[in-house]
């Protein structure tokens, strides 16, 4: 297939280069990331979707994803399909997909989990909203850049999942952070606690397989300073969209809200910015009572 990729940042990057590496023709665009191996530098987002069955995109926001949007849907051929990967509120998701079915194009947005280590490696999920018959399109190269690709629902669908899960992920490890702030004052013994808690009822990814306690479990960020792996500041940004989401659509989300308002304030104040989301432990530790 002929692939205009855009965005080739930390994650982008190594998807395009999947793509390449599996024998596609694909041709990138980036204000600054350099091309991947086996990527054909463009002069413009436009130039990468000119002429490509199926454009990818890799963007921080769902602004940015609108601005380039516009650009690239006038530059594709009918019939091919827009595919946003980044991780953006629905809302922008919703109309960056009614732009392209109205120049007829298929459109899907396609979020994924499993960080800079999934992309490289090819191993990432995609969650999925769009029509079937762009899905089906797309479907191979899912195949290449993941594991996995759960096909949600209409547009938008892509992103409400991306949202959830992540909310869950924020509250639970906060709550997981929590109590081993409390273990440690109360003083029981950390692995101890992983060994109860990872085979007991409170156990969950954030404790099993990301635990956020240095030398405890699995190899983790927790083992490497805190360098990201997943940035506490992306983390806030996956939970006020969550947020955004609730207040447009009128749920209640106690937890999510509690969770995003803690995440502003360690990354906003706290010098979170640049760790790990799992080092809310040293910050929590560190706290007195209020
Ligand atoms: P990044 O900042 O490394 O990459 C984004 C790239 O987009 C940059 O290289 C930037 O130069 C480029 N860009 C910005 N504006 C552009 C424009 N107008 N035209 C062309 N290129 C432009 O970010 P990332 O970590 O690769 O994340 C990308 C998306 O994936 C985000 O939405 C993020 O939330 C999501 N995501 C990231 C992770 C992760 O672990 N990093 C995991 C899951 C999802």
């Known amino acids: 297939m002929k692939i205009g990729f855009i965005g080739l940042g930390n994650m982008g990057g190594p998807m395009a280069l999947n793509l390449a590496r599996a024998g596609h023709e694909v041709t990138g665009f980036d204000l600054s990331a350099p091309m991947p191996d086996g990527v054909q530098p463009a ?5 990468a979707a000119a002429g490509a069955d199926v454009v990818v995109t890799m963007l921080p926001d769902g602004a940015i994803l609108r601005r380039v949007a516009a650009e690239v849907i006038p530059a594709m051929q009918h019939g ?15 109309e960056v997909a009614g732009q392209a079915a109205h120049a007829g194009l298929g459109s899907l947005d396609a979020p994924v989990s499993g960080g800079i280590t999934g992309a490289a490696a090819g191993t990432l999920t995609f ?7 762009a899905f089906d399109t797309v479907k191979p190269l899912f195949e290449i850049m993941g594991q996995k690709a759960v096909h949600c ?6 992103q409400a999942a991306k949202i959830c899960n992540n909310m869950i992920l924020g509250a639970t490890m906060i709550a997981t952070c929590e109590a081993f702030a409390l273990a440690d004052k109360l003083g029981l013994d950390r692995q101890k606690m992983f060994d109860v808690v990872s085979t ?20 983790s960020p927790a083992d490497n ?21 609730a207040e447009v659509a ?11 308002s803690l995440y502003a304030r360690f990354v906003e104040q ?3 910015r640049g760790r790990d989301f799992s080092a809310m432990l040293p910050w929590l530790v560190g706290m007195h009572r209020p």
């Open 43 to 47: 002069a413009s987002a436009a130039d």
């Open 80 to 94: 091919t399909v827009l595919c946003d990967c980044s991780t953006v509120d629905v809302e922008s998701a919703r």
């Open 127 to 133: 969650m999925v909203g769009g029509a079937t018959e």
């Open 153 to 158: 629902g209409g547009s938008g669908a892509g």
């Open 200 to 219: 007991s009822s409170g156990y969950s990814w954030s404790m099993n397989a990301y635990c956020p306690a240095p030398g405890i479990g699995p190899t």
């Open 225 to 245: 300073g805190y360098k990201p792996g997943f940035a506490a500041e992306l983390m806030l940004k996956d939970l006020r969209l969550s947020q955004q989401a």
């Open 250 to 260: 009128d749920a209640s989300t106690p937890m999510g809200q509690l969770a995003a």
């Open 270 to 272: 706290e010098g979170g």
